[in-house]
């Protein structure tokens, strides 16, 4: 049965769609099937695995398609597309916060890893994904607004530990240190070690690295486009990392 990891910071800019996507096809590499879910509206992963041409998790929620039929095979591994719709039509009056769970529990018999690629805001979507994920991995940039970002996901998680998720767990602090030679980063980066120390998870450092940006314009997965780049080598780590946990 798949683990189901949920890449989060209330934050926009910090890192999570190029964690997930390079986490996800990490895990591949090592051999592991995975799954990667772009449950974002603006859809950045989605235009990155160039996964975006047909059904997508939208018209999965809605129950216009399966999600055996919206998911693509691609050099990251397999992807269950976003879309904007996600925003237009699952935030409503009848919104269900488990449907995106029940959506997972069929496939995650095929899967050793889902990961799923969240919005920077406090949707009920993103809440759906914490109910519906086993793992949580915080990402943030050594800013002040990430570290604020990690203090309103913080209230979301209790909440969905406090509702039916009682088994979810936050995983590690993936840093994503870009700018972080300044000595405002440094002060930031104290606060994000101290952050994942409390919250007694391993924090994850990935190196600043143009190869991180090159890849997603060249709509193309890290382990193809620059193999030996430094983002590629802490990907893999952290991947190892989750592959351990015991
Ligand atoms: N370690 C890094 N080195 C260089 N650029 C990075 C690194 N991590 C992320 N980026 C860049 O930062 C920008 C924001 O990242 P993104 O993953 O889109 O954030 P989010 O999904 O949180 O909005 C992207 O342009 C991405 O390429
Ligand atoms: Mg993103």
Redesign the pocket.
Known sequence: MAKTYCFI?E?????????AGNVGAALSRLGKRVLLIDA?PAA?LTTWTQTGNGPTLADVWAGKTTAKDAIKQTAFCDVLPGDRNMALELVGANFDILRLRELLLPLKKNYDYIVI?TA?SLSLLNAAALYASTDVMI?T?PEKFSIDGIGEFYETFMAAKAGDNKKLNITGVIL???GGRTNNAMINKEMIAETAKALNVPLFR?????K??EC?TAEQCLYDYAPQSK?AADYMEIAERIINKP
């Open positions: 910071n934050k926009g800019g910090v890192g999570k769609t190029t964690s974002d950045r690629d920077p990402v940039k994503c240190d870009v990935v190196r600043e690295d143009t991180l940006g997603q983002g």
